[in-house]
């Protein structure tokens, strides 16, 4: 489609509205309301254009681009006099109650406010009378609140409720008294409150966080990063002040998560700055514990270069530090640090995404699907971006339908909801218990794992008849699966998503077998499963034995020394299990970045980098590999990458010169040799000498400032700034100036675009990928609709026996996170530790909500903890808090027993 903006042809794509139009051509247009994930309602009026019937029109007519359809062969301009005069006296209607304090606001310097006030020409402020002023709310510990400073463009209360699904934040008064906040003080409640300080285009919603050590954005030394906080592997932007993490960002991937994060994601980056950090490398009983590398390395070579090794991988190190951990101990001796139960739901995922018999299914795939089915996972609180991504799924189907009925683009917001009003799209939420998603869904069910195994098995048996056998399930089940097979019938883009939460190899098996009975040639079917850590698909993808079967092979071995990677044991498998292991280890080597209770066991204590202060690969849910990158410098520190201690500890073991990689991207590609399922992995980044003209990317901004006085105190001549030979990245703002490519865009900016908005610059199209696509390697490869691996062994009902209940894990979304839970501002937010029993369960114990119980499995007898009732929670099982601070490893899915203490 071609239009023509100021006398200049541009070719541009059908459907959008003028704003996106000239934005996706690099012009610049002021807008405050418009945003790309939100769509359109004209409520700032900032982005007038002149718009003319034909070339020969003179006159022409003022309209709102973000309002205004593209049509073929438009002329229009940006540059109109008239269009030019009405956009600066629009901003300066917006700015005259504002408080004009840029040198002390939070937002200062990367505000979009102060980039359109620059880009409209306003620069005088004539308003000489008494502000309007309003009183600031207290919002809980992560989102500071300056109502002053609001020019009313509505993005708050349209992401907050609309986007978000929040009830908590609303708009009041009218005219001129527009207030946005809450009804009353109070901690916002929805788990991403967190991106209102990147949706507000000022600095009414800003990062508390950051402001307790506040920097401005232009001092900030920035790297691309990846969320380790769960499996969905969000893309941030982490930034760093004088040695310290000060506030992780969103790095948009218009394939994984978009323009927002979580507030796990986003608020959860204290733990790099711990008390509780190691720092210093420990050699244990010895009159001086602390120890230099050579001392360190001159211990473990008395046992490594001779004894046999055994080594415990972890589900949050990197691929880096996992594989080099396998080539140090050997591929025979290498094991993966979780129990059982979980490596064998981890491995049934990996053998179901590697098949190809269905997509393996991103969040945008998820967002664009028009029927979703999830089962057994309470996706809210272990992957908070996919139940929002399910949201969004729900929400954009009827828009999509009523944009079909009125006749209207999508994006014309207002309209599109007035129309579609209460109306959704399909989701059906088979779970244990509720979750917020139940309020969206179509058709919501709480039972055990087991019967939700079997209801999902009965809906594949209605997809692709003959190939289960559903003469064991009843009537209500069979109705019920009806129902929603029907539906999933007539889906064009269904998704199906599970997890291993439940521990229930059935829940997925039978989640999968819908997802294969929908995929056929015509019809693409997506598939999701959670796992539980940041890096749980790449570890279970290297095919190494649990936990359990490292444990009985020291017991029947002995004399091992044992090599743990960032791995609290104790939180992983049950207190029993880790003990014996312990026991039988004649030497405990630990590398870990925090103090916990496997730390306490090692003999030689290693300080190992977080994603702050290394480099490092991981793979998520979806199978799709994403590099992190270090970004405060720690020379001179023993601080460093796991894997980089395990080269060291490798060449004492080979007496010989180390040939081995020196760099990440090198190991990559000794990993992709020795594991062929890891092919394609070395494309996740460029290799560690890569340029541009000859130049590296800066990981600070041009406008950074201070560099010699940030050590003035110290000394006054300007330090060599730390030199990373690991990346193509640099540690200074000289550099290469253009747009990186997009795994190495350290920060988003441009001429005129300071704030969070100058991601447009950097994107295909607002919205769109950015320019080079998106970030990651999928690692999972679709192939034709095929049908070769489907599973038919339905389970029994879900028995409810005598004095013995079904354990199973209760994550909450803030609270659940082993190095989250270092971060003060969750800490305030994190429930205390409970367990939770149906009504019925209350009246079996003869107890009531509050009283202390005590669960007892195997003859271990673990802490006593408050009982709470959930209506919703069948009979027979029992949640227990998981994943908080403290947390300890318990057998998930198996049978314990519930006692009453006094």
Request: hydrophobic share 35%; with cysteine; charged share 20%.
């Amino acid at each position: 489609m071609t239009i023509h903006i100021d006398n200049k042809t541009y070719t541009v794509k059908a459907g959008k509205n003028l704003l996106e139009a000239c934005l996706a051509q690099g012009l610049d247009l002021p807008y405050f309301c418009w945003h790309p994930a939100m769509g359109s309602v004209g409520a700032c009026r900032q982005c007038a254009v002149k718009v003319y019937k034909d070339e020969t029109d003179t006159k022409g007519r003022l309209v709102m681009s973000c309002m205004e359809k593209v049509t073929d062969g438009l002329y229009l301009s940006i540059d109109d006099k008239i269009a030019k005069a009405f956009r600066e006296q629009v901003i300066e209607w917006l700015m005259t109650n504002h408080p004009h304090d840029c040198p002390v606001c939070d937002e200062g310097g990367a505000c979009h406010l102060q980039d359109m006030t620059v880009m409209t020409g306003h620069d005088y402020r004539r308003y000489k009378y008494k502000k309007r002023t309003y009183t600031n709310q207290y919002l809980g510990p992560l989102i500071n609140h300056e109502m002053n400073r609001c020019i009313q463009c509505y993005r708050c209360v349209r992401y907050y409720r609309d986007y978000a699904g929040g009830g908590d934040l609303n708009v009041f008064a009218a005219h001129n008294h527009i207030y946005f906040g809450r009804e009353k003080d109070g901690v916002l409640q929805s788990p991403f409150s967190g991106n209102l300080s990147e949706v507000c285009p000022t600095g009414v919603f800003t990062d508390k966080t950051l402001k307790e050590h506040y920097t401005r954005k232009w001092d900030l030394t920035m790297a691309p990063s990846v969320c380790h906080h769960c499996s969905v592997g969000c893309n941030t932007i982490a930034a760093e002040r004088y040695g310290e993490l000060r506030c992780v960002l969103n790095r948009y991937n218009g394939d994984v998560n978009g323009y927002f994060l979580c507030d796990r994601g986003r608020f959860g980056y204290e733990f790099v700055n711990s008390e509780n950090r190691i720092k210093q490398a420990l050699i244990r009983n010895r009159t001086n514990e602390a120890a230099k590398e050579d001392e360190v390395m001159a211990h473990l070579q008395q046992f490594i270069s001779t004894g046999k090794l055994i080594g415990v991988g972890s589900p949050r190190a990197s691929m880096e530090s996992n594989f080099a951990l396998m080539q140090l101990v050997g591929k025979e001796n290498f094991y993966q640090g979780v129990s059982e139960d979980e490596a064998y739901v981890n491995r049934l995922v990996v053998e179901m995404l590697s098949s190809g018999c269905v997509h393996s299914a991103s969040l945008k795939d998820i967002e664009q699907a028009d029927a979703v089915v999830v089962i057994g996972e309470d996706i809210w609180n272990t992957a908070p971006m996919l139940a929002l991504a399910v949201r969004q799924a729900v929400v954009k189907t009827a828009a999509a339908e009523a944009s079909k009925s009125v006749q209207a683009p999508v994006w014309l917001d207002s309209a599109i909801k007035e129309f579609a009003q209460d109306e959704k799209g399909f989701l059906a939420t088979l779970t244990i218990t509720t979750s917020p998603l139940d309020d969206l869904a179509t058709h919501s069910w709480h039972a055990a794992p087991d019967e939700l195994a079997r209801l999902a098995f009965a809906i594949a048996a209605y997809l692709q008849p003959g190939k289960i056998d559903n003469t064991d399930i009843n009537e209500e089940l069979l109705s019920r699966a009806k129902t929603i097979a029907d539906v999933l019938k007539k889906a064009k883009n269904p998704v199906v998503v599970t997890g291993t939460s439940c521990y229930n190899d059935n829940v997925i098996k039978s989640a999968f077998d819908i997802a294969v009975a929908l995929n056929t040639s015509e019809r693409k079917t997506a598939f999701s499963c959670v796992m539980r850590d940041c890096n749980s698909m790449g570890l279970a993808m290297m095919e190494a034995p649990s936990f359990n079967v490292a444990n009985e092979a020291v017991k029947k071995n002995g004399h091992a020394a044992a090599v743990i990677l960032e791995n609290d044991l104790y939180r992983n498998v049950t207190f029993g299990v880790a003990n014996d292991f312990f026991n039988a280890c004649d030497h405990i080597v630990v590398l870990d970045s925090l103090h916990n209770t496997t730390t306490q066991k090692a003999h030689v204590l290693l300080p190992a980098a977080t994603f702050a202060d290394g480099d490092g690969t991981l793979v998520n849910n979806e199978g799709r590999a994403q590099r992190f990158f270090q970004v405060i410098p720690n020379a001179g520190s023993q601080v460093q990458e796991s894997w980089r201690w395990l080269r060291k500890m490798q060449s004492l073991k080979s007496h010989a010169v180390n040939n081995h990689a020196a760099f990440p991207d090198e190991l990559l590609h000794e990993l992709e040799t020795a594991l062929p399922q890891f092919k394609g992995v070395t494309e996740v980044s460029p290799q560690h000498d890569f340029t541009i003209h000859g130049e590296r990317i800066p990981r600070e901004p041009h406008r950074y400032s201070g560099r010699t006085a940030m050590l003035a105190n110290k000394n006054v001549s300007e330090p060599k700034p730390f030199s990373d030979e690991d990346s193509p990245l640099s540690f200074t703002m000289e550099g290469y100036r253009g747009v990186p490519p997009p795994m190495m865009t350290p920060f988003f900016w441009s001429p005129g675009w300071n704030s969070v908005q100058s991601v447009n610059k950097y994107q295909d199209e607002p919205g769109g990928a950015l320019r080079g696509d998106d970030s990651g390697v999928q690692l999972f490869k679709d192939k034709q609709a095929d049908n070769g691996l489907f599973f038919n062994d339905v389970p029994g009902s879900f028995v409810i026996a005598k004095d013995r209940w079904l354990l199973l894990p209760k994550y909450d979304t803030l609270g659940s996170g082993e190095l989250s839970s270092y971060s003060l501002a969750l800490q305030a937010l994190s429930p205390d530790p409970f367990i939770c029993v149906s009504p019925g369960g209350l009246h079996v114990l003869g107890v009531q909500e509050g009283d202390p119980l005590q669960i007892t499995d195997a003859g271990i007898v673990y802490d006593v903890l408050p009982v709470k009732v959930d209506k919703d929670l069948c009979d027979g099982v029992v949640l227990i808090s998981a994943g908080l601070r403290g947390s300890i490893g318990m057998n998930w899915g198996s049978r314990v027993k519930l006692e009453i203490r006094n």
